[in-house]
């Protein structure tokens, strides 16, 4: 069982920054890739960033990729996503997500391919 709740949203002007955490618990969160979405009002939840389960191997959307940073604290059970050079279109609920598959052998960017979801965190960027 792993838990995931996310903090760090708020409203900030275009061109700005802001840094979510995705806190977990659970006994092997370490083993686990871990998953950054977004979703506007109306639209599917979309692939943001991921990251390895030792914090080795990133990959990013192209829309964020140069913008966003993913990392990860194993010992501190957290995994972060920093934001920088926030756009309008940034704006969304963002959720941070766990897959249970040990075994997969690649960062998913489906979200049908993730376990656990935490309650999402607002990001609105302002023109």
């Known amino acids: 069982q792993v838990q995931l709740v996310e903090s760090g949203g708020g409203l900030v002007q275009a061109g700005g920054s802001l840094r979510l955490s995705c806190a977990a618990s659970g006994r092997t969160f370490s083993a686990h890739n871990v998953g950054w979405f977004h979703q506007a009002p109306g639209k599917e939840r979309e692939f943001v960033a991921a990251?390895?389960?030792?914090?080795?191997?990133?990959n990013y959307a192209n829309s964020v990729k140069g913008r966003f940073t993913i990392s990860r604290d194993n010992a501190k059970k957290t995994v972060s996503l920093q934001m920088n050079s926030l756009k309008p279109e940034d704006t969304a609920v963002y959720y941070c997500a766990a897959d249970l598959t040990v075994s997969r052998g690649y960062l998913s960017r489906r979200p049908e391919e993730y376990d656990y979801w935490g309650q999402g965190t607002q990001v609105t960027v302002s023109s």
């Open positions: 990251i390895s389960w030792g914090g080795g191997t990133t």
